[in-house]
């Protein structure tokens, strides 16, 4: 854990912010006194990626899927 003081933590944010998005944990401090703690977020590795096209032959879109709905189900899509 990497402690900085508040002002060179002003002038160096941008590189403070790629060492705590790495993984570590910045202390910034005031007069060596600790204030405040720059961690990283749980961020994209933590989320499964997304696939293009996962679902692809595993559903069926109807011929008809642009053709108007029987006059029934409009009925009660239209609460009549």
Do not use: C, W, Y
Not at 25 to 47: D, F, N, T
Not at 49 to 69: E, I, Q, S, T
């Amino acid at each position: 854990m990497e402690t900085i003081n508040i002002h060179a933590a002003k002038t160096q944010l941008s590189r403070l912010v790629d060492t705590a998005a790495a993984g570590h944990e910045i202390v910034i401090a005031r007069a060596g006194k600790p204030v405040a703690k720059l961690v990283p977020l749980a961020g994209p590795a933590s989320k499964p990626r997304r696939v293009l096209g996962a679902l692809a032959g595993r559903m069926k879109v109807p011929a008809d899927f642009d053709a108007p709905l029987p006059s029934e189900v409009l009925d009660d899509f239209e609460g009549r």
